[in-house]
């Protein structure tokens, strides 16, 4: 089993930055990509950004948050930390960590485990 909490949503104004960390306890040994997803009201939840093997692997990113958003994992730790900077009002979500240990890493079905959520809100 693989539990994930995370921590740091909040309210921001647009153009501001944020902070989100994800902490992995329990059989951390199974997982190979990191994930984060988010929710907004009435859609989909979509790809984010990824890393595998904590960072000694490839990150990817949403063509969204490309140049914006940075991903970064600590094996050390076992945490995952999303930086999203120059945030923007359709960056509002509940962002979802994830961990898996396949490498479709843009699948929600790649991931067996989940974090609860964090509300992320973007608004002047």
């Known amino acids: 089993q693989v539990q994930l909490v995370e921590s740091g949503g909040g309210l921001v104004q647009p153009g501001g930055s944020l902070k989100l960390a994800c902490a992995a306890s329990?059989?951390?040994?199974?997982?190979?990509?990191m994930a984060w997803f988010r929710q907004a009201p009435g859609k989909e939840r979509e790809f984010v950004a990824a890393v595998t093997s904590w960072g000694f692997g490839s990150t990817d990113y949403a063509d969204a948050v490309k140049g914006r958003f940075t991903i970064s994992g600590d094996r050390a730790e076992n945490t995952v930390t999303l930086h999203m900077n120059v945030l923007k009002p359709e960056d509002t979500a509940v962002y979802y960590c994830?961990?898996?240990?396949?490498?479709?890493?843009?699948?929600?079905?790649?991931?067996?485990?989940w974090g609860q959520g964090t509300q992320v809100t973007v608004s002047s």
């Open positions: 994830a961990a898996g240990g396949g490498p479709k890493v843009f699948q929600t079905t790649n991931y067996d485990y």
């Open positions: 329990g059989y951390t040994s199974s997982i190979y990509a």
